[in-house]
């Protein structure tokens, strides 16, 4: 029977060989043009760690001034594996994360939270639920992407897939099973995984350059013009995270924006049509465009309040209110920073410490939720909370 097996073995080796070049009729190049098609499985023995495979990469392309090479860890974050497709100098940005990454000292990531499951819904594919109640900034997921692609219009398209059909085949088998099950837009299996690439992906920038990312997880959350939850990333922990942006039912659907909420109700439209190919039906968008009122209320609302050297501003503590007021009838709650820091300085500027500081604290915790914790405007939101007197807004307004 030894016999057998391996000659089973040695079929199933060939199967996938042929499995893998089936599509490559291109000419690819490994770093060392003199390598083979696959690199071993060698980690820690070879000459193009941290990656467990050597590099396989296009020619030199004029237009991004580099080549792109797929990169793989099958073994990172415990298994999990990661493949980007990127040029040299990105994929040594992230191979310091990939070599250092802080799963250790942030236990959340790559970790199931119970927070969710997923079901078939009515129309819009499979979506995900709230497998109990959470409350306004509540961790719904937090997970690191399984593939980066640079986001490049440069290649063949064909070329690209093959390309693609190697970073996703490279991954530990059950990720890659993972990417293959989502959902895809135009069911072409020739190009079926930039197919799934388009319909889940995420944008992440690398060094400052857009990257698609696809995190198979959260790829299950449908969209919504009033979403319950809003998505960020974590750049120095290469992790995507979902929190709730209201309190959410058991049960509930769980749902992100895919297009900036704040975006009227054409622009949303022809953006998820264009990029997603879907017909956004949520509530905001059955009201149409009569729905844009609001959003035109908040425009003119923000311009007055911020209108500080006019001497005939009507700005307001009640103006503000109204501002905050109109985020939530919308369902906007995730998108509230701009509105509590506008009422932090309007409360402030009337000279109105309680309210300033009540204000200034929920402004730093919308800014939180939204950007991060690591968002560039926070460290003078955290200034002004510890003193707002001695800020430039107090009694602004007062004093004339
Ligand atoms: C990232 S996937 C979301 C999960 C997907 N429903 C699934 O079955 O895996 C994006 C795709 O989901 C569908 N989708 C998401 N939000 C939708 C919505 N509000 N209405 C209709 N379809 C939606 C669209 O087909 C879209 O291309």
């Known amino acids: 029977t030894s016999v057998v097996e391996r000659t089973e073995a040695a079929y199933e080796i060939a199967l996938e060989r042929l499995l893998q070049s089936s599509e490559l009729e291109l000419d690819l190049h490994t770093e060392d043009d003199d390598a083979t098609l696959d690199g071993l499985d060698v980690k820690g023995e070879n000459s193009f760690s941290p990656w467990s495979y050597e590099p396989i990469c296009t020619e030199h392309l004029a237009r991004i001034q580099s080549k792109l090479c797929v990169y793989t860890d099958t073994k990172f974050s415990n298994g999990r594996g990661i493949s980007i497709f990127t040029t040299p100098q990105h994929a040594e940005t992230v191979a310091s994360l990939v070599v250092s990454h802080p799963v250790d000292y942030e236990p959340s990531i790559n970790v199931p939270t119970h927070a969710w499951y997923t079901e078939t819904t009515p129309s819009k594919g499979i979506g995900m639920f709230a497998s109990h109640a959470l409350n306004p900034g509540d961790l719904t997921t937090s997970y690191t992407p399984v593939l980066l692609a640079y986001k490049e219009n440069v290649l063949p398209k064909n070329e690209r897939e093959s390309f693609l059909h190697h970073a996703v085949s490279r991954l530990p088998a059950r990720t890659g099973a993972a990417y293959r099950a989502l959902a895809t837009m135009f069911h072409d299996k020739a190009f079926f995984m930039q197919d799934v690439a388009t319909a889940n992906s995420f944008e992440m920038c690398i060094g400052g350059t857009a990257h698609l990312a696809v995190i198979p997880e959260p790829s299950r959350i449908n969209h919504d013009c009033a979403p319950n939850a809003i998505f960020g990333f974590n750049s120095t922990a290469l992790a995507h995270t979902v929190r709730a942006t209201r309190a959410i039912a058991k049960d509930d659907e769980i749902t992100i924006a895919y297009t900036n909420p704040l975006d009227g109700f054409a622009k949303r439209q022809k953006y998820l049509s264009d990029s997603f190919g879907f017909e956004c039906t949520c509530p905001r968008c059955r009201r149409g465009e009569a729905g844009d009122a609001a959003l035109a209320e908040i425009t003119a609302l923000q311009r007055s309040l911020s209108r500080w050297s006019d001497p005939t501003s009507t700005a307001s503590t009640k103006q503000a209110e109204r501002l905050i007021q109109i985020h939530r009838e919308e369902g906007l709650n995730g998108y509230l920073d701009p509105a509590y820091c506008l009422a932090a300085l309007v409360y402030n500027s009337v000279g109105s410490e309680r309210g300033a500081k009540r204000y200034t604290k929920l402004c730093i915790e919308a800014i939180e939720l939204r950007l991060g914790p690591g968002a560039e405007d926070?460290?003078?939101?955290?200034?002004?909370?510890?003193?707002?007197?001695?800020?430039?807004?107090?009694?602004?307004?007062?004093?004339?």
């Open 378 to 400: 926070l460290p003078k939101w955290r200034e002004m909370l510890e003193d707002v007197k001695g800020h430039w807004s107090w009694m602004r307004r007062k004093r004339g």
